[in-house]
């Protein structure tokens, strides 16, 4: 009888532990405070957007010398291999334009 009852409590115990967890999966991300606003993020180009050199993010490009289209934002070996980018560069800092490599 107490073996019954123990398995009966551990049955539904862990039936209670698996109903809440995609109710937990499916929490908001919290809000900021009433006097803070939230940071936006940078923009990352997308496909068929014009490479830059003053881009916050480095950019894989279709066309010699940085331009063309962002192919995508991978490294610079990632580039040549898996995107078969033509040049590529790394983000900008502090306002000045990144140097292009040819790939």
Do not use: I, Y
Request: net charge positive; charged share 15%; glycine share 6%.
């Amino acid at each position: 009888m107490k073996r019954h009852f123990l398995s009966a409590l551990l049955v539904s115990m862990s039936f209670l532990v698996l109903a809440q967890a995609p109710a937990l999966a499916q929490d908001k991300p919290a809000k900021p405070a009433s006097g803070e606003t939230a940071k936006p993020e940078a923009p990352v180009a997308g496909p068929n957007a014009a490479c830059d050199v003053n881009a916050t993010v480095q950019q894989c490009c279709s066309a010699a010398k940085c331009g063309g289209d962002v192919l995508s934002n991978r490294d610079a070996h990632n580039c040549k291999v898996k995107s078969s980018g033509t040049s590529w560069h790394p983000a900008a800092r502090n306002g000045k334009p990144a140097a292009c490599q040819r790939m």
